[in-house]
């Protein structure tokens, strides 16, 4: 297994259209994370996935945002109505939940641009 | 909530110097804290942890002691090389969503 990945790693969009990403965590791993980066910023938590569940949404997450992990694998993260404030990296990462500490290993990203 | 702090950036520094980036953490009891790395063009790693007070974290030549009297984690290293020269993210853990805090992150560049 060679980590986290992450498609595709760049999209451009237009304002008011609909895009979705998809994460593939390392294969063991049953926590998945979603988060957001924007220049000169950490990343910030939007959600997170424990096995098909969705546990954890933050208030980042607005209606336009919808995230999915059907099968407890891959998970898509789908932004409606894009707007210009959406452009951002979106990072994914997957972590053992028994890790000690929690150990999440990030994929490359995605970064979105909305014209 | 958890929160963290850590020095604005950007930093240069000349191979061979001696690195510090601060970093400070507001939380509810003692979380674990990471420092978290970003080469240019590379996805984050983890560089180092520490999961309770007084735990000293390191790796490739990098440390950071767990102080829960000052409530920080500086990141510090004897002496840097080029190959150093990324972003670095001071990170808590958030608790029982599992979910990372990050700090606005250091760019460090280091000159041969």
């Known amino acids: 297994d060679t980590g986290v990945s992450q498609d595709p790693r760049h999209k451009i969009t237009k304002r008011g259209q609909n895009v979705t990403f998809r994460c593939d965590p390392i294969?063991?791993?049953?926590?998945l994370y979603w988060y957001r980066q924007t220049l000169g910023q950490g990343p910030e938590f939007l959600t997170y996935?424990?096995?098909?569940?969705?546990?954890?949404k933050s208030r980042l997450l607005s209606d336009r945002f919808s995230a999915e992990r059907p099968k407890g694998s891959f998970s898509t993260l789908e932004i409606q109505r894009t707007e210009q404030g959406d452009s951002a990296m979106y990072l994914c990462?997957?972590?053992?939940?028994?890790?000690?500490?929690?150990?999440?290993?990030f994929g490359p990203g995605t970064r979105l641009t909305v014209l | 909530g958890n929160s963290v702090t850590q020095m604005e950036g950007p930093v240069t520094l000349s191979e061979e110097a001696f690195l510090t980036i601060n970093c400070t953490y507001t939380?509810?009891?003692?979380?674990?804290l990471f420092w978290y790395v970003q080469y240019p063009g590379e996805g984050l790693q983890l560089l180092l942890k520490?999961?309770?007070?007084?735990d000293k974290g390191s790796n490739k030549g990098f440390e950071a002691t767990y102080r829960k009297e000052t409530t920080s984690f500086h990141l510090e290293k004897g002496s840097v090389q080029v190959s150093d020269s990324a972003v670095y993210f001071c990170?808590?853990?958030?608790?029982?969503?599992?979910?990372?805090?990050f700090g606005k992150g250091t760019k460090l560049s280091v000159k041969p």
């Open positions: 990462a997957s972590s053992l939940l028994m890790s000690s500490y929690n150990e999440q290993f």
């Open positions: 294969s063991e791993h049953n926590r």
């Open positions: 996935f424990q096995n098909e569940a969705q546990l954890e």
């Open positions: 939380a509810t009891g003692y979380p674990s």
């Open positions: 520490a999961t309770k007070a007084d």
């Open positions: 990170v808590s853990y958030g608790g029982s969503q599992g979910n990372l805090i």
